[in-house]
């Protein structure tokens, strides 16, 4: 598997120099370790539930990623992603109490795991190594 993803990055490092607009492609789509893509979404979704540091459930994350990305995704999307998230075990789930300004109906928060911040941190380090040869491609 890390064979394989080294082999497409470097794959990756040959097409950017040769067509620096597909930089752009490239960044919807980013490669983790064990060989499958995380799109877009995913990737915000992810980060969010980091970032809000166990008070994370899907409608916070909405509102969270409306905020600092400029859009607002579905929130069946967002529950969609949390679920594909969970599968791959980048988060955890648990139910939290039932609240009376929810009908009696209890949240599930999620919580980022050890997997998941790999991922993370591994997504920005690809992020930012292709951005930085963009800069040295558009600076000569």
């Given amino acids: 598997?890390?064979?394989l993803v080294h082999q497409y990055l470097i794959n990756i490092k040959v097409v950017v120099k040769?067509?620096?607009l597909l930089i752009i492609v490239i960044s919807l789509l980013i490669v983790l370790?064990?060989?499958?893509?995380?799109?877009?979404l995913e990737e915000l979704v992810l980060l969010t539930v980091g970032s809000l540091a166990g008070?994370?459930?899907a409608v916070t994350i909405l509102e969270?990623?409306?905020?600092?990305a400029?859009?607002?995704p579905d929130v069946t999307a967002i529950h969609s992603v949390l679920r594909r998230l969970e599968a791959k075990g980048?988060?955890?789930?648990s139910m939290g109490g039932a609240t009376a300004d929810r009908g009696g109906r209890r949240k599930r928060f999620f919580t980022l795991t050890?997997?998941?911040r790999k991922v993370i941190d591994e997504t920005m380090l690809v992020r930012m190594g292709l951005y930085k040869k963009l800069l040295t491609i558009q600076g000569s």
Avoid: C, W
């Avoid at 969270?64 to 600092?68: L, M, R």
């Fill in 70 to 72: 400029g859009r607002k």
């Fill in 18 to 20: 040769r067509f620096p």
């Fill in 33 to 40: 370790d064990n060989g499958f893509l995380m799109v877009h």
């Fill in 64 to 68: 969270e990623i409306a905020e600092q």
């Fill in 90 to 93: 980048f988060v955890t789930s």
């Fill in 1 to 3: 598997n890390s064979t």
């Fill in 114 to 116: 050890v997997a998941g």
């Fill in 55 to 57: 008070q994370a459930y």
